[in-house]
C-alpha cells in the first residue's frame, strides 16, 4: 500500500460480537503499515505498531515484541505512516489533542486521521486487559475486567487514529491511542476520560488518510455467524 | 486491485447529504472493476458498468455510454468481477434472488457479494432521475422525483451488490442492482418493492467479495464540509 492509507482487518463491531479466536498473521497487517495498533487473539492485550514492530501489552501494563510470523491479530489498523503535519506543543489531555488536531485539520473531520506523539510525559492513564474467559465473550465483559495504570514522568510514543463519525461499526468513531513507554517495556490503551498530560513539548506527527482498506476474515466461522449489530454505546463505553 | 474486491468511491450518506458537484473520473473507477454501479455529477441518471463499460441512466430510460476520460462520478462501486458460483434459473423478484443467493452463499451475510444476471425478463421495474435541481440538494429529494419504466418482455444484464448490515451509511445495505438491456440503450435502478422476474431460466453469476476498498473525496469542500450523518431511513427509502 501506499502511504498513509489505512489498513484494516475484520472490523471493531465483531470484537464487540466476541469474535477473537481467530486472525491474521501479524506480519501480513505490517506489510501494510507501520504505525498502529490493535489486539491479540482472544483480545488478550493491547498491540500497539511502532516503526514496524507490532507491541502486546499485557494486563499488567508489561510489553512484549511479538514475533509476526507466528502472531495473530483478530482486529488492527495500521498505516505506512509518513507526516504531513508536525508540531512541537505542549498537550493536556484527549481535549487538548482534539482541539490541536482540529488546528491542524480543519477540514479532515469526515477522514481519518494518523497520529503518533513521541516524548515525555507527566502522566498517563492506560489500560490493558486479559483477554476472554471464554470463545465469543464480547468486548464489553473484556474490557469491564481491565486492569488500569498511570505512568508518571514517563517518556514514550503514542499512535493511533481519529475515525469519523460515519466509521461507527467498523472502527471506534474518535480517538483512539495506545502507548509504549521509550524503552518499549511497558504501555497500554489511552483511557479517554482520563488521557495524559505532556510534559512541556512533545513531538506530535500527523496524516489525513483518505483511503480506506477493509479486509474481512474469511474461513472464519466466528466471524460469518455474528450478528454485528451496531453497538455503539458498547464501544463508547470500551474507550473510556 | 484483485478480482472480487470491491472498490467505491465515495460514500452513499454523501449523495444522502447532496455532495454531488465534484467527483473522480471514471476512468478512474474502472482501474479498479469492470462491474458494478454509481451515479453523475450532480445526481444526473444511474450508472451501470458491465464488461468495464459505463453507462449513463437518463431520467426517461435510456442509456449512453460515457466517455470515462470525461465524465465524472461523486459515487461508485465496482469490482474486477470473476464469479465463484454461477446457476441456470428462474427468479421471481428480489425475495427470489436473495434466497437463490443465501443457499449459494449461505455464511456470507458478514460479507459483500458481487451479483451478474443476464437473460430475458417479463418484466423489470426500474427507475431513474434526472439530478439535483441545485447544489447540495439531498438523494431523497432528488428521487422524489424519479420516473419510473416498466420494461416488458426485455432481454438485458443487471449488475450491483448485496452489502452487510454494517456498510450502512457506507453503501446500501442489502440489495443494490441496476438494469441495462442487451442492446444497451435503455435501463435504470431496479426498485426493491417491485423488482424484476425473469422469462424462464436467467444466467445468474456471483462472488463474495471480503476486502473493501474506500477512497474518500478530497480537495472536495461539499464533501468535507457535509455532516454525513447516518440516515438509514432515507437510504432504505431511496432503494424502494
Known amino acids: 500500500m501506499a502511504f498513509n492509507e489505512l489498513y484494516q482487518y475484520s472490523l471493531i463491531s465483531a470484537l464487540m460480537d466476541g469474535v477473537a479466536s481467530h486472525g491474521t498473521p501479524i ?19 493491547e498491540m500497539i505498531v511502532v516503526d514496524g514492530e507490532a507491541y502486546q501489552i499485557k494486563a499488567d501494563g508489561s510489553a512484549v515484541h511479538v514475533d509476526p510470523e507466528t502472531t495473530v491479530t483478530p482486529f488492527a ?15 493536556s489531555g ?13 477540514k479532515s473531520r469526515n477522514h481519518f486521521l494518523a497520529v503518533r506523539m513521541d516524548g515525555a510525559f507527566k502522566k498517563i492513564n492506560s489500560r490493558s486487559v486479559a483477554g476472554q474467559l471464554k470463545p465469543r465473550e464480547g468486548m464489553v ?12 514522568a514517563v517518556k514514550g510514543t503514542i499512535a493511533g487514529f481519529r475515525c469519523p463519525a460515519y466509521a461507527m461499526g467498523l472502527n471506534v468513531v474518535g480517538d483512539h491511542f495506545h ?8 504501555g497500554g490503551h489511552i483511557l479517554l476520560a482520563s488521557g495524559f ?8 506527527e500527523a496524516a489525513q488518510l483518505s483511503k480506506f482498506y477493509l479486509e474481512l476474515p474469511t474461513e472464519d ?20
Open 27 to 45: 506480519a501480513r497487517v505490517l506489510e501494510h503499515g507501520d504505525l498502529g495498533l490493535g489486539t491479540f487473539r482472544c483480545m488478550d492485550g
Open 77 to 91: 489498523a495500521v498505516t505506512r505512516f509518513r507526516a504531513t503535519a508536525t508540531r512541537k506543543a505542549a498537550v
Open 94 to 106: 484527549m481535549a487538548g489533542l482534539e482541539e490541536l488536531l482540529n488546528s491542524i485539520f480543519p
Open 141 to 152: 465483559d473484556v474490557c469491564s475486567r481491565q486492569t488500569i495504570k498511570t505512568f508518571e
Open 179 to 186: 502507548f509504549i513507554t521509550e524503552d518499549r517495556q511497558r
Open 197 to 204: 498530560e505532556t510534559d512541556g513539548d512533545v513531538e506530535i
Open 221 to 240: 466461522d466466528e466471524f460469518d455467524s455474528a450478528t454485528l449489530k451496531l453497538q455503539a454505546q458498547g464501544i463508547k463505553k470500551v474507550m473510556e
